[in-house]
């Protein structure tokens, strides 16, 4: 693979366009673990999801749940890059903590009906991951 960014626009007046990059700038070697790839979908998952919560959200919940993920997929990225095993582990505890605030804010969500339990069985799935692969990493740093 090459540090490259494609794009390619698709109508003239430039209104809709595509950008894909096929990968990071820093060739890091926490890209290439399980759990960096799994925050990482949760991440996505979570923007997608609350991406269908009413307009009155859009400065509350959402934000709080995108936060939520966003700072879970950073933490483990800052983590992995601190020398001290206790700094590392801390990182990781902090990212733990998100996902569980993450799990927490889709509860409350599923109570006031903005989605389902049932239609998110893939997002259940990524948090428990997630969470497992988080609790193995710190219990590692003991």
Known sequence: MSNSLHYSIT????NSFTLNILIMFLQLSH??????HAS??????CYKIT???PQDEKYAMVQQI????????LNIAEGCSRK????????FEIARGSVIEIDTAI?????LKYC???NLNQTGEIITSTFKQLTGLISTHN
């Open 11 to 14: 109508s003239t007046d430039y």
């Open 31 to 36: 890209t290439k673990l399980g759990i960096f």
């Open 40 to 45: 990482k979908s949760l991440t996505l998952e």
């Open 51 to 53: 991406k269908n919560f």
């Open 66 to 73: 995108r936060r939520a993920a966003l700072s879970v997929h």
């Open 84 to 91: 001290s095993p206790a700094e590392r582990k801390r990182y």
């Open 107 to 111: 509860d409350v969500a599923i109570d």
């Open 116 to 118: 389902s339990f049932e």
